[in-house]
Protein backbone atom coordinates (compact mmCIF):
# COMPACT_ATOMS: atom_id res chain seq x y z
CA UNK A 1 0.00 0.00 0.00
CA UNK A 2 2.56 2.53 0.58
CA UNK A 3 4.41 1.88 -2.34
CA UNK A 4 1.08 2.53 -4.53
CA UNK A 5 0.76 5.53 -2.35
CA UNK A 6 4.47 6.56 -3.28
CA UNK A 7 3.46 5.91 -6.73
CA UNK A 8 0.36 8.44 -6.77
CA UNK A 9 2.19 11.09 -4.67
CA UNK A 10 4.88 11.22 -7.35
CA UNK A 11 2.56 11.66 -10.05
CA UNK A 12 0.52 14.17 -8.31
CA UNK A 13 3.87 16.38 -7.61
CA UNK A 14 4.40 16.40 -11.19
CA UNK A 15 1.19 17.45 -11.94
CA UNK A 16 1.07 20.07 -9.37
CA UNK A 17 4.84 21.02 -10.77
CA UNK A 18 2.86 21.82 -13.78
CA UNK A 19 0.19 23.64 -12.83
CA UNK A 20 2.74 26.03 -10.29
CA UNK A 21 4.98 26.99 -13.55
CA UNK A 22 2.02 27.77 -15.39
CA UNK A 23 0.82 29.83 -13.09
CA UNK A 24 3.80 31.21 -11.34
CA UNK A 25 3.41 35.17 -12.55
CA UNK A 26 3.12 37.30 -10.17
CA UNK A 27 0.69 39.29 -12.47
CA UNK A 28 -1.89 36.65 -13.12
CA UNK A 29 -5.39 36.85 -11.16
CA UNK A 30 -6.57 34.23 -9.26
CA UNK A 31 -9.28 33.50 -11.46
CA UNK A 32 -6.55 33.30 -14.38
CA UNK A 33 -4.64 30.29 -11.85
CA UNK A 34 -7.68 28.59 -11.20
CA UNK A 35 -8.51 28.51 -14.64
CA UNK A 36 -5.26 27.27 -15.50
CA UNK A 37 -4.83 24.57 -12.94
CA UNK A 38 -8.43 23.03 -14.14
CA UNK A 39 -7.40 23.03 -17.34
CA UNK A 40 -3.60 21.12 -16.86
CA UNK A 41 -6.47 18.70 -14.55
CA UNK A 42 -8.20 18.02 -17.24
CA UNK A 43 -5.76 16.92 -19.99
CA UNK A 44 -3.18 14.87 -17.10
CA UNK A 45 -6.40 13.14 -15.32
CA UNK A 46 -6.91 10.12 -18.16
CA UNK A 47 -3.31 9.66 -17.91
CA UNK A 48 -3.33 10.05 -13.98
CA UNK A 49 -5.73 7.46 -13.56
CA UNK A 50 -5.00 4.89 -16.56
CA UNK A 51 -1.13 4.64 -14.62
CA UNK A 52 -2.39 4.70 -10.72
CA UNK A 53 -5.32 1.87 -11.38
CA UNK A 54 -2.41 -0.21 -13.29
CA UNK A 55 -0.14 0.36 -10.87
CA UNK A 56 -2.68 -0.43 -8.04
CA UNK A 57 -3.37 -3.54 -9.64
CA UNK A 58 0.10 -5.17 -10.25
CA UNK A 59 0.76 -3.66 -6.23
CA UNK A 60 -1.89 -6.04 -5.46
CA UNK A 61 -0.51 -8.98 -6.24
CA UNK A 62 2.22 -8.33 -4.33
CA UNK A 63 0.41 -7.52 -1.19
CA UNK A 64 -2.49 -9.84 -0.96
CA UNK A 65 0.60 -12.49 -1.50
CA UNK A 66 3.05 -11.05 0.43
CA UNK A 67 4.74 -13.91 2.71
CA UNK A 68 2.10 -16.42 1.56
CA UNK A 69 2.07 -19.74 -0.31
CA UNK A 70 -0.76 -20.10 -2.86
CA UNK A 71 -1.44 -22.41 -5.23
CA UNK A 72 -3.89 -21.38 -8.09
CA UNK A 73 -5.26 -24.31 -10.34
CA UNK A 74 -6.36 -22.34 -13.64
CA UNK A 75 -8.10 -24.06 -16.51
CA UNK A 76 -7.60 -22.03 -20.14
CA UNK A 77 -8.21 -22.77 -23.54
CA UNK A 78 -6.05 -24.55 -25.39
CA UNK A 79 -5.30 -21.16 -27.79
CA UNK A 80 -4.44 -19.66 -24.56
CA UNK A 81 -1.41 -21.33 -23.79
CA UNK A 82 1.29 -20.21 -25.11
CA UNK A 83 0.40 -16.28 -24.25
CA UNK A 84 -0.58 -18.03 -20.70
CA UNK A 85 2.80 -19.67 -20.41
CA UNK A 86 4.16 -16.07 -20.79
CA UNK A 87 2.37 -14.40 -18.53
CA UNK A 88 3.33 -17.42 -15.81
CA UNK A 89 6.96 -15.85 -16.10
CA UNK A 90 6.11 -12.19 -15.78
CA UNK A 91 3.45 -13.22 -12.65
CA UNK A 92 6.50 -15.36 -11.31
CA UNK A 93 8.65 -12.34 -10.92
CA UNK A 94 5.89 -9.59 -9.03
CA UNK A 95 4.39 -12.48 -6.93
CA UNK A 96 6.72 -15.54 -6.21
CA UNK A 97 4.99 -17.16 -3.54
CA UNK A 98 1.71 -18.05 -6.61
CA UNK A 99 2.39 -21.19 -7.95
CA UNK A 100 0.23 -21.02 -10.90
CA UNK A 101 -0.51 -24.41 -12.30
CA UNK A 102 -2.36 -24.60 -16.05
CA UNK A 103 -4.99 -27.11 -17.11
CA UNK A 104 -5.30 -26.58 -20.79
CA UNK A 105 -7.66 -28.17 -23.38
CA UNK A 106 -10.84 -27.21 -25.47
CA UNK A 107 -13.14 -25.01 -23.38
CA UNK A 108 -16.47 -27.73 -23.58
CA UNK A 109 -13.89 -30.14 -21.66
CA UNK A 110 -12.94 -27.86 -19.64
CA UNK A 111 -16.29 -26.99 -18.45
CA UNK A 112 -17.57 -30.41 -17.74
CA UNK A 113 -14.70 -30.93 -15.59
CA UNK A 114 -15.55 -28.05 -13.42
CA UNK A 115 -18.98 -29.07 -13.48
CA UNK A 116 -17.86 -32.76 -12.58
CA UNK A 117 -16.24 -31.68 -9.53
CA UNK A 118 -12.79 -30.98 -10.38
CA UNK A 119 -10.56 -28.49 -8.38
CA UNK A 120 -10.40 -24.99 -10.14
CA UNK A 121 -9.68 -21.40 -9.08
CA UNK A 122 -10.13 -19.33 -12.73
CA UNK A 123 -12.04 -20.18 -16.02
CA UNK A 124 -10.97 -18.70 -19.23
CA UNK A 125 -12.65 -19.63 -22.01
CA UNK A 126 -12.37 -19.14 -25.72
CA UNK A 127 -15.85 -18.96 -26.06
CA UNK A 128 -18.87 -17.10 -24.06
CA UNK A 129 -20.91 -20.36 -24.26
CA UNK A 130 -18.82 -22.41 -21.80
CA UNK A 131 -18.97 -19.94 -19.31
CA UNK A 132 -22.17 -18.81 -19.45
CA UNK A 133 -23.30 -22.29 -18.88
CA UNK A 134 -21.45 -22.46 -15.84
CA UNK A 135 -22.93 -19.22 -14.64
CA UNK A 136 -26.34 -20.55 -15.12
CA UNK A 137 -25.12 -23.79 -12.91
CA UNK A 138 -23.76 -21.61 -10.03
CA UNK A 139 -20.32 -22.72 -10.72
CA UNK A 140 -19.11 -19.07 -11.03
CA UNK A 141 -18.32 -16.33 -8.38
CA UNK A 142 -20.71 -13.84 -9.13
CA UNK A 143 -19.52 -10.58 -10.91
CA UNK A 144 -16.55 -11.50 -11.51
CA UNK A 145 -16.64 -12.69 -15.40
CA UNK A 146 -14.63 -10.22 -17.47
CA UNK A 147 -15.02 -10.65 -21.61
CA UNK A 148 -11.64 -9.92 -21.96
CA UNK A 149 -10.24 -11.32 -25.35
CA UNK A 150 -11.22 -11.49 -28.78
CA UNK A 151 -9.84 -14.04 -31.70
CA UNK A 152 -10.39 -14.46 -35.40
CA UNK A 153 -11.28 -18.16 -36.97
CA UNK A 154 -9.24 -19.16 -39.81
CA UNK A 155 -8.13 -21.73 -42.32
CA UNK A 156 -4.94 -22.71 -43.00
CA UNK A 157 -2.71 -25.56 -44.62
CA UNK A 158 1.15 -26.65 -44.19
CA UNK A 159 4.15 -24.30 -44.54
CA UNK A 160 4.67 -24.73 -48.67
CA UNK A 161 2.28 -27.17 -49.28
CA UNK A 162 0.17 -26.68 -52.80
CA UNK A 163 -3.67 -26.63 -52.51
CA UNK A 164 -6.15 -25.35 -54.80
CA UNK A 165 -8.59 -24.27 -51.79
CA UNK A 166 -8.95 -20.35 -51.75
CA UNK A 167 -11.35 -20.01 -48.52
CA UNK A 168 -13.78 -21.31 -46.68
CA UNK A 169 -16.22 -21.29 -50.11
CA UNK A 170 -14.70 -23.75 -51.54
CA UNK A 171 -13.27 -26.23 -48.67
CA UNK A 172 -14.39 -29.13 -50.30
CA UNK A 173 -11.67 -28.96 -52.78
CA UNK A 174 -9.03 -30.17 -50.24
CA UNK A 175 -8.91 -34.09 -50.00
CA UNK A 176 -9.13 -33.74 -45.81
CA UNK A 177 -10.21 -31.43 -43.21
CA UNK A 178 -9.26 -31.23 -39.86
CA UNK A 179 -11.18 -29.21 -36.88
CA UNK A 180 -12.64 -29.15 -33.52
CA UNK A 181 -15.26 -31.66 -32.44
CA UNK A 182 -18.81 -29.70 -32.03
CA UNK A 183 -18.22 -29.69 -28.14
CA UNK A 184 -15.35 -27.55 -28.75
CA UNK A 185 -15.66 -23.39 -29.66
CA UNK A 186 -13.31 -23.61 -32.83
CA UNK A 187 -15.38 -26.55 -33.53
CA UNK A 188 -18.55 -24.94 -33.01
CA UNK A 189 -17.47 -21.33 -35.00
CA UNK A 190 -16.12 -23.58 -37.95
CA UNK A 191 -19.89 -25.05 -38.11
CA UNK A 192 -21.03 -22.07 -37.96
CA UNK A 193 -19.17 -20.12 -40.69
CA UNK A 194 -20.33 -23.27 -43.17
CA UNK A 195 -23.44 -23.39 -42.15
CA UNK A 196 -23.76 -19.38 -43.41
CA UNK A 197 -22.33 -20.14 -46.36
CA UNK A 198 -24.61 -22.88 -47.14
CA UNK A 199 -22.06 -26.15 -47.51
CA UNK A 200 -22.31 -27.25 -44.17
CA UNK A 201 -23.93 -30.48 -45.59
CA UNK A 202 -21.01 -30.98 -48.51
CA UNK A 203 -18.42 -30.34 -45.53
CA UNK A 204 -19.68 -32.77 -43.35
CA UNK A 205 -19.61 -35.41 -46.26
CA UNK A 206 -15.60 -34.52 -46.38
CA UNK A 207 -12.93 -37.14 -44.73
CA UNK A 208 -12.63 -35.14 -41.40
CA UNK A 209 -10.10 -35.94 -38.43
CA UNK A 210 -12.02 -33.46 -35.62
CA UNK A 211 -9.70 -32.70 -33.08
CA UNK A 212 -9.55 -32.70 -29.36
CA UNK A 213 -9.09 -28.98 -29.21
CA UNK A 214 -7.50 -26.33 -31.42
CA UNK A 215 -3.71 -27.37 -30.52
CA UNK A 216 -4.41 -31.25 -32.20
CA UNK A 217 -5.53 -29.79 -35.29
CA UNK A 218 -2.69 -27.18 -35.70
CA UNK A 219 -0.81 -30.04 -35.11
CA UNK A 220 -2.45 -32.14 -38.00
CA UNK A 221 -2.34 -29.68 -40.57
CA UNK A 222 1.74 -29.15 -39.58
CA UNK A 223 2.07 -32.50 -40.00
CA UNK A 224 0.59 -32.58 -43.23
CA UNK A 225 -2.20 -35.03 -42.20
CA UNK A 226 -4.55 -33.57 -43.44
CA UNK A 227 -4.60 -30.76 -46.22
CA UNK A 228 -6.74 -27.59 -44.31
CA UNK A 229 -7.49 -27.39 -41.17
CA UNK A 230 -9.78 -24.78 -38.78
CA UNK A 231 -8.18 -22.88 -36.01
CA UNK A 232 -7.66 -19.52 -34.16
CA UNK A 233 -5.67 -16.64 -36.04
CA UNK A 234 -3.83 -17.01 -32.90
CA UNK A 235 -2.77 -20.82 -33.15
CA UNK A 236 -1.79 -19.93 -37.15
CA UNK A 237 0.80 -17.07 -35.24
CA UNK A 238 1.75 -19.30 -33.01
CA UNK A 239 3.65 -22.13 -35.58
CA UNK A 240 4.64 -19.24 -38.25
CA UNK A 241 6.87 -21.60 -40.11
CA UNK A 242 4.46 -24.66 -39.75
CA UNK A 243 1.41 -23.71 -41.00
CA UNK A 244 0.06 -20.76 -43.43
CA UNK A 245 -3.12 -18.92 -43.03
CA UNK A 246 -5.13 -19.68 -46.94
CA UNK A 247 -7.72 -17.55 -45.13
CA UNK A 248 -10.14 -15.80 -42.25
CA UNK A 249 -14.07 -16.64 -41.69
CA UNK A 250 -15.42 -14.09 -44.51
CA UNK A 251 -17.41 -11.27 -42.46
CA UNK A 252 -20.93 -12.14 -41.45
CA UNK A 253 -20.97 -15.87 -41.33
CA UNK A 254 -20.56 -15.41 -37.60
CA UNK A 255 -23.29 -14.02 -35.65
CA UNK A 256 -21.36 -12.95 -32.80
CA UNK A 257 -17.45 -12.01 -32.38
CA UNK A 258 -15.15 -14.68 -31.11
CA UNK A 259 -14.56 -13.78 -27.22
CA UNK A 260 -12.53 -14.90 -24.45
CA UNK A 261 -14.42 -14.39 -20.89
CA UNK A 262 -12.06 -15.06 -17.98
CA UNK A 263 -14.00 -15.36 -14.22
CA UNK A 264 -13.47 -16.59 -11.00
CA UNK A 265 -14.37 -20.43 -10.31
CA UNK A 266 -16.39 -21.48 -6.75
CA UNK A 267 -14.03 -23.25 -4.24
CA UNK A 268 -15.28 -24.17 -1.35
CA UNK A 269 -12.31 -26.02 0.07
CA UNK A 270 -10.13 -22.32 -1.34
CA UNK A 271 -8.61 -21.15 1.82
CA UNK A 272 -8.35 -17.15 2.01
CA UNK A 273 -4.72 -16.76 0.73
CA UNK A 274 -6.24 -18.53 -2.06
CA UNK A 275 -9.05 -16.58 -2.59
CA UNK A 276 -7.04 -13.40 -2.44
CA UNK A 277 -4.53 -14.72 -4.42
CA UNK A 278 -7.01 -15.54 -7.36
CA UNK A 279 -8.81 -12.22 -7.11
CA UNK A 280 -4.78 -11.01 -7.09
CA UNK A 281 -4.30 -12.50 -10.77
CA UNK A 282 -7.73 -11.68 -12.30
CA UNK A 283 -6.64 -8.22 -11.43
CA UNK A 284 -2.99 -8.61 -12.81
CA UNK A 285 -4.83 -10.24 -16.14
CA UNK A 286 -6.26 -6.36 -17.18
CA UNK A 287 -3.22 -4.51 -16.43
CA UNK A 288 -1.72 -2.78 -19.22
CA UNK A 289 1.40 -4.62 -19.28
CA UNK A 290 -0.76 -8.06 -19.47
CA UNK A 291 -3.03 -6.40 -22.32
CA UNK A 292 -0.18 -5.71 -24.52
CA UNK A 293 1.07 -9.25 -23.89
CA UNK A 294 -1.59 -10.90 -25.43
CA UNK A 295 -1.72 -8.48 -28.25
CA UNK A 296 1.72 -9.67 -28.76
CA UNK A 297 0.51 -12.88 -29.78
CA UNK A 298 -2.13 -11.56 -31.60
CA UNK A 299 -5.31 -11.12 -29.59
CA UNK A 300 -7.12 -8.34 -30.10
CA UNK A 301 -8.80 -6.88 -26.64
CA UNK A 302 -11.99 -6.89 -26.55
CA UNK A 303 -14.09 -3.64 -26.48
CA UNK A 304 -10.91 -1.62 -26.94
Not at 51 to 71: C, L, N, R, V, W
Not at 188 to 213: H, K
Amino acid sequence: MKKRLLIYLTIVSLAIATILTGCGSGNASNTTAVESTEATKLAIEPELKSEIESAAKKEAAQEQTEGEEAELTIFIAASLTNVMEEIQSMYAEIAPNVTLTFNADSSGTLQTQIEEGAACDIFFSAATKQMTALEEGGYVVDNTVVNLLENQVVLIKAAGAKTTVTGFEDITNASSLTMGGEDTPAGAYAREIFTSLGNIDDVLAMEINEGANVMTVLTAVSEMSNEVGVVYATDAASMPDAVEIIAAAPAGTLEKPVIYPVGQIVNQEASQVRLDATTAFLEYLITDEVLKVFKNYGFSIYAE
